[in-house]
C-alpha cells in the first residue's frame, strides 16, 4: 500500500512530464502502428505486412521503452525534461527493436509451426 500511494503521489508531483511522455507515445509510437495495421487489413500484402511490422518494431516498441525509462527516472525522483524522452529512445532503440524482431522471429516460426502440422494429412501428426 505504501508504494501504491507513493506512487499516486509522484504521478501527480510529475503529472505534466506524465502527460507530455503519454502524448509523445501516443504520436510516435501508436499512431503509426495504428495507421500501419489499418493499411494491412486494408490492403492485405506481403509489402504492407512488413511495413507494419517494420513501424511496430522501429517505433512503437522504441518509444514504449523510452516512455518506461523516462517514468523510471520519474519514480526515482529526478527531474526528466521533454528532451529525456527523446534522448531515451535513442538510447534504448537498437536493444528495444532488437528483442522486439526477436520475439516477432519467434512468433512467426510458432505460426509456421501450427501451420504446418495442422495440414499434415496423418491423424497422428496433427495430434502432437
Not at 512488413?50 to 521503452?65: R, S
Not at 512467426?108 to 495430434?127: E, H, M, N, T
Amino acid at each position: 500500500m505504501k508504494i501504491l500511494g507513493r506512487g499516486l503521489r509522484l504521478s501527480y508531483d510529475y503529472l505534466g512530464m506524465v502527460l507530455a511522455g503519454s502524448t509523445l507515445w501516443f504520436f510516435v509510437g501508436l499512431v503509426p502502428a495504428a495507421l500501419a495495421g489499418v493499411a494491412a487489413v486494408r490492403f492485405p500484402s506481403l509489402f504492407t505486412l512488413a511495413t507494419a511490422a517494420f513501424v511496430v518494431v522501429l517505433l512503437t516498441v522504441p518509444a514504449f521503452t523510452a516512455l518506461v525509462a523516462v517514468s523510471r527516472s520519474l519514480a526515482r525522483g529526478e527531474e526528466v525534461p521533454l528532451a529525456g524522452f527523446w534522448h531515451a529512445f535513442r538510447s534504448y532503440c537498437a536493444r528495444s527493436a532488437g528483442i522486439a524482431a526477436a520475439g516477432g522471429l519467434v512468433m512467426v516460426i510458432l505460426v509456421l509451426d501450427l501451420a504446418f502440422f495442422l495440414q499434415a494429412p496423418s491423424v497422428w501428426v496433427r495430434a502432437v
